[in-house]
């Protein structure tokens, strides 16, 4: 009994054993355990430009769409795409017979309401006369009855008609008036089928460029109106200047301003960069997407400077763009730069919870406990506010095989580089890569492996 009360007892110390020097072995205790890998860089001064990149059309900035007054078939069309013209060129013709024959009509209708207007005038001029002949025999016949020269039933038929004299005058002088307003009316109507007729014929209203064409002779387009603005028939467009619209986040679009410089990138020109300027940012914001997934955007134009193009000008075309209206682009509009500032790679920066401003929440009495009134919902709401974030910026400094966690402000970054205001000397040594172990897996203290950043990404394939 004793001799195998001897072997449990050597067979159990043999697996603590065991399990002890495993565990040790991990730990680096012995020289061979998994130390972290990691990559350095130094801390330099660098110069950073910040960026906004969007992406967006190439348009022209000046582009006008030309749609008819009138509806019709379209009978000319003087112009292709592509087009140079001149403010008052005639582009197009549309069937102008219609508009003929109500102008016509027109014309005949006003000539016979100034003959109406003429009969008019010279009735009231013939009653006119009536009544000076009743008025005068109706003055005799007054006197002569006021001298009982005459019989009462005389002078009432005298004293009617002067009445009716004057009746028919004041007759007479409104159908004067009513000719003058159709004539009016009938000048107006001819005004208006004159216009019609004057509108078959389409001009240019400013100088430029036809950069799309809708219809072709024969097809029939709808005049503009109060509640459609009609069948685009073309565009003239200014192609000596264009610029980019892009839609820029939320939360990007307070740090763009007016005249930022930008560089742009146009598919249609690789390796290439292009410089521009924003001209024009929106007020209002495009949301797309429904209610749970919504995404706010704010478009911002920006002019592409003619001087970062001139190589790919036309000497024969000087004033066309050598982009075209809807080619796409992105652009990466410069925000702010700093120069000479201590910077590190952008991927060194973590954040960690900050565990003393935590217990120091934990301490400390937001929400006041002499509030009966208050309920736990309110209570919790009022804590939020009182609440303030608790992530804090950190870098871990390689130091002799070991890491030190040490608390950093940051300021502007770029693609690549961050500002470091706060937290680290120049020439010191941070932890670059890789991206996890910084992020997840390294703490203060930690024996780390400083080994080339090529060797972080070698995959040991199983023979």
């Known amino acids: 009994m004793k001799k195998k009360k001897i072997i449990w007892i050597s067979v159990i110390a043999g697996i603590i054993l065991l399990a002890v020097l495993v565990v040790a072995k991990k730990k680096g205790v012995f020289g061979g355990g998994d130390i972290e890998k990691v990559s350095t860089e130094f801390v330099m001064k660098r110069n950073i430009t910040e960026t906004v ?16 007054y009138i509806s019709g078939e379209v009978v000319k069309l003087l112009v292709k795409e592509g087009d140079e013209v001149k403010q008052g060129q005639l582009l197009a013709e549309i069937d102008p017979e219609i508009y003929k024959s109500s102008y016509e009509q027109s014309m005949a209708m006003l000539n016979g309401q100034k003959a109406g207007l003429a009969t008019s005038k010279a009735n009231l001029a013939q009653v006119k006369a009536q009544y000076a002949n009743a008025k005068t025999s109706f003055e005799r016949n007054e006197k002569l009855y006021k001298q009982q020269a005459i019989s009462a039933s005389d002078f009432d038929a005298s004293k009617a008609s002067y009445e009716s004299a004057v009746a028919q005058v004041e007759a007479a002088e409104q159908n004067v008036e009513a000719a003058k307003f159709n004539v009016s009316s009938s000048e107006a109507s001819l005004k208006q089928s004159k216009e ?7 001009y240019a209203p400013a100088n430029g460029t036809v950069s799309k064409l809708n219809v072709e002779v024969g097809e029939r387009v709808t005049g503009a109106s109060q509640f459609s603005s009609g069948t685009e028939i073309m565009r003239l467009a200014n192609l000596n200047s264009m610029e980019v619209n892009v839609s820029v986040n939320e939360n990007d679009i307070v740090r763009v301003k007016l005249n930022d410089t930008s560089l742009i990138e146009v598919d249609a ?36 400077l003619q001087d970062s193009y001139q190589d790919l000008m036309n000497p024969d075309k000087p004033n066309i763009s050598p982009f075209r209206p809807g080619m796409s682009a992105t652009v990466e509009i410069q925000t702010k730069n700093v120069t000479d500032v201590m910077t590190v790679p952008i991927q060194s920066v973590t954040t960690r919870e900050d565990t003393a401003m935590m217990k120091k929440l934990a301490g400390k009495k937001d929400v006041k406990e002499d509030q009966p009134d ?90």
């Open 269 to 304: 020109y690789l390796n290439r960069k292009f410089k521009g300027i924003v001209t024009e940012i929106a007020n209002t914001a495009n949301t797309t997407g429904n209610s749970a997934d919504q995404v706010t955007n704010f478009n911002v134009k920006i002019r592409i």
């Open 196 to 202: 019609n007729l004057t509108r078959t014929s389409i």
């Open 53 to 68: 990149s969007a992406s967006g059309k190439i348009q022209p900035e000046k582009e006008i769409k030309i749609s008819p």
């Open 374 to 463: 208050m309920n736990d919902d309110e209570k919790a709401v009022q804590a939020k506010k009182t609440a303030k974030s608790t992530n804090v910026e950190y870098v871990f400094i390689y130091k002799n095989g070991t890491v030190v966690m040490q608390k950093v402000k940051t300021g502007v970054q770029d693609n690549s580089y961050i500002e470091i205001k706060e937290g680290l000397q120049d020439k010191d040594e941070v932890i670059s890569g890789p991206y996890t172990a910084i992020t997840k897996k390294l703490k203060n203290g930690d024996k780390v492996k400083k080994v080339d950043k090529s060797e972080l990404f070698n995959i040991k394939m199983d023979k």
